[in-house]
């Protein structure tokens, strides 16, 4: 098999499993309780918490552990809206955020909130003087996305927490895709709440953290119990939070060694791709993106028989387009940035891990060349193509 779907999700790290064990057995006690295997527990789970601080350049106070990218995402949004709603009803986002950012945003204009959704360029980058336009007197929150999570694309985050802060305004990034890949400084960055998710950096999934600087007044998500300073009710997921205290650590300790390695083999496969196939393009900002992210468009293909047939190779990848969840809609996110309809349909992303090697790769593409000449021979789009002389 060959596994290229990181941005769905990672295999879980073997230390971390590692790590994880003796709180599943041994090591069971409520961190809440006062006892010593109680505190065994609570001292697992505020070392994590500093692991996973330092990754960020942020405080351990300032860490609150959540269920997931998607909780924190709502967390951020929903009560950041709430704590100023005296102040201003209006948020900006943008038009490519993950549905657990879009989704609450819409839940949020359901509650008298306004929202904008910003346009991005074609390369998927929100323009930061088109951020300053859409500030109005009323805007009390901002979230951007610190990486997309279909086409890898870095947003220019340092900026748009510099124009939040001057401003006075709050400023959110979901950085589900980008912690632990690339550096991130909150403190440089301005950025007052940050959403990250475990299973993204070989940790477990089902845990996730949102970070709110500290001095910042934001009321709690769940309700029922004093855990997380009583901000995060119910009792802790200790073995998850300790994965993800290790998953950090481990991911700290080797980011630069991996996104190097990622960078390169993912410029050798969109290389080989564009010289190997003709009509296909890479979708997002060639440099601007995250190290192991390849989204590449193929006209005249539907991105589902693509997955299919890659699959029957063995090959695990995704496609741009939400066909796979029951919608046939092809991606926001590439509509976001100006693609046809056909096109987005015809997208495919390869998100590689540190594990990938050039021989992998090399597979790939030939599968890759196969199966589109296969579904292209298939296509009466292309052969009205080809008939009219357009692709001579
Ligand atoms: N935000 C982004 C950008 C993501 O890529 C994801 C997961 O794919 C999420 C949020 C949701 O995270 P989780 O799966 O931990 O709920």
């Given at each position: 098999?060959?596994?290229?779907?990181?941005?769905?999700?990672?295999?879980?790290?073997?230390?971390?499993?590692?790590?994880?064990?003796?709180?599943?057995?041994?090591?069971?006690?409520?961190?809440?309780?006062?006892?010593?295997?109680?505190?065994?527990?609570?001292?697992?789970?505020?070392?994590?918490?500093?692991?996973?601080?330092?990754?960020?350049?942020?405080?351990?106070?300032?860490?609150?552990?959540?269920?997931?990218?998607?909780?924190?995402?709502?967390?951020?949004?929903?009560?950041?809206?709430?704590?100023?709603?005296?102040?201003?009803?209006?948020?900006?986002?943008?038009?490519?955020?993950?549905?657990?950012?879009?989704?609450?945003?819409?839940?949020?204009?359901?509650?008298?909130?306004?929202?904008?959704?910003?346009?991005?360029?074609?390369?998927?980058?929100?323009?930061?003087?088109?951020?300053?336009?859409?500030?109005?007197?009323?805007?009390?929150?901002?979230?951007?996305?610190?990486?997309?999570?279909?086409?890898?694309?870095?947003?220019?985050?340092?900026?748009?927490?510099?124009?939040?802060?001057?401003?006075?305004?709050?400023?959110?990034?979901?950085?589900?895709?980008?912690?632990?890949?690339?550096?991130?400084?909150?403190?440089?960055?301005?950025?007052?709440?940050?959403?990250?998710?475990?299973?993204?950096?070989?940790?477990?999934?089902?845990?996730?953290?949102?970070?709110?600087?500290?001095?910042?007044?934001l009321g709690p998500f769940v309700h029922g119990g004093a855990q997380e300073r009583n901000r995060?009710?119910?009792?802790?997921?200790?073995?998850?939070?300790?994965?993800?205290?290790?998953?950090?650590?481990?991911?700290?300790?080797?980011?630069?060694?991996?996104?190097?390695?990622?960078?390169?083999?993912?410029?050798?496969?969109?290389?080989?791709?564009?010289?190997?196939i003709p009509y296909c393009r890479l979708n997002g900002h060639r440099e601007k993106r995250l190290?192991?992210?390849?989204?590449?468009?193929?006209?005249?293909?539907?991105?589902?028989?693509?997955?299919?047939?890659?699959?029957?190779?063995?090959?695990?990848?995704?496609?741009?387009?939400?066909?796979?969840?029951?919608?046939?809609?092809?991606?926001?996110?590439?509509?976001?940035?100006?693609?046809?309809?056909?096109?987005?349909?015809?997208?495919?992303?390869?998100t590689l891990s540190e594990e990938n090697t050039r021989e992998e790769m090399d597979e790939v593409?030939?599968?890759?060349?196969?199966?589109?000449?296969?579904?292209?021979?298939?296509?009466?789009?292309?052969?009205?193509?080809?008939?009219?002389?357009?692709?001579?």
């Amino acid at each position: 098999m060959i596994y290229l779907d990181n941005a769905a999700t990672t295999k879980t790290a073997p230390e971390v499993v590692e790590a994880m064990l003796p709180f599943f057995g041994e090591i069971y006690g409520n961190p809440s309780a006062i006892y010593s295997m109680g505190s065994a527990g609570k001292k697992a789970v505020n070392t994590a918490r500093r692991s996973i601080a330092s990754v960020i350049g942020a405080k351990q106070e300032e860490i609150y552990f959540t269920a997931g990218g998607t909780e924190a995402d709502n967390w951020a949004l929903k009560a950041a809206a709430e704590a100023c709603r005296k102040k201003g009803r209006h948020i900006i986002t943008t038009k490519i955020e993950h549905h657990a950012v879009l989704h609450t945003c819409r839940y949020l204009e359901e509650n008298g909130f306004a929202v904008t959704y910003l346009d991005v360029d074609g390369e998927g980058l929100v323009d930061p003087e088109m951020l300053k336009a859409a500030i109005r007197p009323d805007t009390v929150l901002i979230s951007v996305m610190f990486a997309n999570n279909e086409i890898g694309t870095l947003e220019p985050v340092g900026e748009i927490g510099a124009i939040a802060r001057e401003r006075g305004i709050l400023f959110h990034t979901d950085a589900v895709q980008a912690f632990g890949q690339v550096p991130i400084d909150v403190e440089a960055l301005k950025i007052d709440m940050l959403s990250a998710s475990a299973h993204k950096l070989n940790g477990p999934k089902g845990v996730g953290m949102l970070y709110v600087r500290s001095g910042l007044k934001l009321g709690p998500f769940v309700h029922g119990g004093a855990q997380e300073r009583n901000r995060r009710a119910g009792t802790e997921n200790v073995p998850a939070i300790v994965g993800f205290g290790a998953a950090a650590a481990r991911a700290a300790a080797r980011m630069e060694e991996k996104g190097r390695k990622e960078r390169e083999l993912r410029d050798y496969l969109i290389r080989k791709i564009e010289e190997q196939i003709p009509y296909c393009r890479l979708n997002g900002h060639r440099e601007k993106r995250l190290p192991g992210n390849a989204n590449i468009s193929f006209r005249f293909i539907e991105g589902e028989s693509l997955l299919i047939m890659l699959d029957m190779r063995g090959i695990c990848a995704s496609s741009g387009s939400a066909c796979t969840s029951g919608s046939l809609d092809p991606s926001h996110v590439l509509l976001a940035m100006g693609l046809e309809h056909e096109e987005a349909h015809g997208s495919l992303r390869m998100t590689l891990s540190e594990e990938n090697t050039r021989e992998e790769m090399d597979e790939v593409v030939e599968a890759l060349k196969a199966i589109v000449t296969r579904l292209r021979e298939m296509s009466p789009l292309y052969e009205d193509f080809v008939k009219s002389g357009k692709g001579a």
